[in-house]
């Protein structure tokens, strides 16, 4: 099969005028202008995209398909605290049944917007059984032991489970006021077994900077009244818990937010920069009004930046053309190239995947969306400021919508 648009946006270079891309298989065979490809492609199919731009399919680095359903259902609260407690409430009338047709519904909505490839923490892995993603998916169990331990033995069967349901998983020790350092390690030495990605939400609130600092705060109240231990709170930030719970700086983490940082936080993540990704998920943190993001501090430190929609428990919609506009508005000195790569070739290495995802060259999956585009001197902002459902869409060479 060959594929033509007005133009290919590679994220390897340039965009290629009437470009190109053969496919074989499920994957990209030969990418490069029309006039070449035909000639050397005589007898294969040709699938004439018009007047758009074909791209890369895009990554969500940070999502929670479980509360799809929580829509506009909790608005914004004085607190964060308070939100988990919303969140709690809300989360204690669903039923199992409830949750596979919540992230049934995500997956649509995310594949309607573009999205081929998404990284989906779950509390319950064993809805696994029951959803046949659209889109490539990345699972990982949410792991809280705040109230009841989570052993060695427990985590490794629930281990053994995921990996027989799931093609691509890692596990989510959920935050460092709701997952012990006991968790952390576990999880650390079942990472290193497997070859496995970790991710953990870090330094997302001011609440948690609190907590953690100065053994004060509404979060701080909040879980010393249910139980947790608060002996690690004080005199350390989020960011330097969590450092000191993870055995090896190289070892490849996803780390969702990082909103709350401290100057000195900065020299702790030059340790783990290289290995370390960072979630951005900029409507959410809209919606929660935590601090601004230190975006130019971090990506100074080498950090690999993706972006992620966060759950429609604290956002409009699944839509990472949203979540690129929200961070352009945020950061307009940023180039668009830059913005798209945050959605493509960034979380494509977030994942180990650089040879494989978020680039049209060839080896690399035919994961490819298809948008509008008039000119190669705005491509990549006409692609940013796209707001519609995607129209053309194709993964490991199919084409689903």
């Given at each position: 099969?060959?594929?033509?648009?007005?133009?290919?946006?590679?994220?390897?270079?340039?965009?290629?005028?009437?470009?190109?891309?053969?496919?074989?298989?499920?994957?990209?065979?030969?990418?490069?202008?029309?006039?070449?490809?035909?000639?050397?492609h005589?007898?294969?199919?040709?699938?004439?995209?018009?007047?758009?731009?074909?791209?890369?399919?895009?990554?969500?680095?940070?999502?929670?398909?479980?509360?799809?359903?929580l829509?506009?259902?909790?608005?914004?609260?004085?607190?964060?605290?308070?939100?988990?407690?919303?969140?709690?409430?809300?989360?204690?009338?669903l039923?199992?049944?409830?949750?596979?047709?919540?992230?049934?519904?995500?997956?649509?909505?995310?594949?309607r917007?573009?999205?081929?490839?998404?990284?989906?923490?779950?509390?319950?892995?064993?809805?696994l059984?029951?959803?046949q993603?659209?889109?490539?998916t990345?699972?990982?169990p949410?792991?809280?032991?705040?109230?009841?331990r989570?052993?060695?033995?427990?985590?490794?069967a629930?281990?053994?489970?995921?990996?027989?349901?799931?093609?691509?998983?890692?596990?989510?020790p959920?935050?460092?006021?709701?997952?012990?350092?006991?968790?952390?390690?576990?999880?650390?030495?079942?990472?290193?077994?497997?070859?496995?990605?970790?991710?953990?939400?870090?330094?997302?609130?001011?609440?948690?900077?609190?907590?953690?600092?100065?053994?004060?705060g509404?979060?701080?109240?909040f879980?010393?009244?249910?139980?947790?231990?608060?002996?690690?709170?004080?005199?350390?930030?989020?960011?330097?818990a969590?450092?000191?719970?993870?055995?090896?700086?190289?070892?490849?983490?996803?780390?969702?937010?990082?909103?709350?940082?401290?100057?000195?936080?900065?020299?702790?993540?030059?340790?783990?920069?290289?290995?370390?990704s960072?979630?951005?998920?900029?409507?959410?943190?809209?919606?929660?009004d935590?601090?601004p993001?230190?975006?130019?501090?971090?990506?100074e430190?080498?950090?690999?930046?993706?972006?992620?929609?966060?759950?429609?428990?604290?956002?409009?919609?699944?839509?990472?053309?949203?979540?690129?506009?929200?961070?352009?508005t945020?950061?307009?000195?940023?180039?668009?190239?830059?913005?798209?790569?945050?959605?493509?070739?960034?979380p494509?290495?977030?994942?180990?995947?650089?040879?494989?995802?978020?680039?049209?060259?060839?080896?690399?999956?035919?994961?490819?969306?298809?948008?509008?585009?008039?000119?190669?001197a705005?491509i990549?902002?006409?692609?940013?400021?796209?707001?519609?459902?995607?129209?053309?869409?194709?993964?490991?060479?199919?084409?689903?919508?």
């Open positions: 099969m060959i594929v033509r648009a007005k133009f290919v946006v590679t994220m390897t270079g340039a965009p290629i005028d009437n470009g190109a891309l053969a496919i074989s298989g499920e994957r990209i065979s030969a990418v490069g202008k029309f006039s070449d490809l035909r000639k050397k005589a007898h294969e199919e040709i699938v004439d995209l018009g007047e758009r731009a074909v791209l890369p399919g895009l990554i969500n680095a940070h999502c929670h398909l479980d509360y799809t359903c829509r506009g259902s909790i608005p914004p609260r004085e607190s964060f605290t308070d939100w988990i407690r919303a969140i709690n409430a809300a989360k204690a009338q039923t199992m049944e409830d949750y596979v047709r919540s992230i049934d519904d995500g997956f649509a909505e995310a594949k917007f573009g999205t081929t490839t998404i990284v989906n923490l779950t509390a319950f892995p064993e809805v059984s029951r959803v993603p659209p889109i490539r990345w699972w990982f949410e792991l809280i032991d705040v109230r009841e989570i052993t060695a033995e427990n985590l490794n629930q281990c053994i489970q995921v990996s027989e349901r799931a093609k691509h998983w890692g596990l989510a959920h935050a460092p006021f709701t997952a012990s350092s006991d968790l952390y390690r576990t999880c650390e030495t079942i990472a290193e077994r497997e070859n496995i990605l970790l991710t953990t939400h870090l330094a997302e609130s001011k609440e948690e900077m609190a907590m953690f600092r100065e053994a004060k509404a979060l701080y109240g879980l010393k009244g249910i139980g947790r231990d608060m002996t690690d709170c004080g005199n350390v930030t989020p960011i330097e969590v450092l000191r719970r993870i055995g090896s700086a190289n070892r490849p983490y996803l780390f969702a937010h990082l909103n709350e940082i401290s100057e000195h936080d900065f020299d702790r993540l030059k340790k783990s920069a290289s290995a370390a960072i979630a951005h998920c900029p409507r959410s943190r809209r919606y929660f935590h601090s993001f230190q975006f130019e501090r971090l990506r430190l080498g950090m690999n930046v993706c972006l992620g929609t966060d759950s429609l428990a604290s956002n409009e919609d699944l839509s990472l053309f949203a979540e690129m506009r929200a961070f352009q945020e950061f307009p000195d940023v180039s668009a190239e830059s913005i798209l790569g945050m959605v493509t070739r960034n494509a290495g977030s994942l180990g995947q650089t040879d494989a995802l978020g680039k049209i060259a060839p080896g690399f999956f035919a994961d490819l969306i298809a948008v509008p585009a008039t000119s190669s705005t990549f902002d006409e692609i940013i400021a796209f707001e519609a459902a995607v129209g053309w869409l194709m993964i490991g060479g199919r084409v689903l919508a």
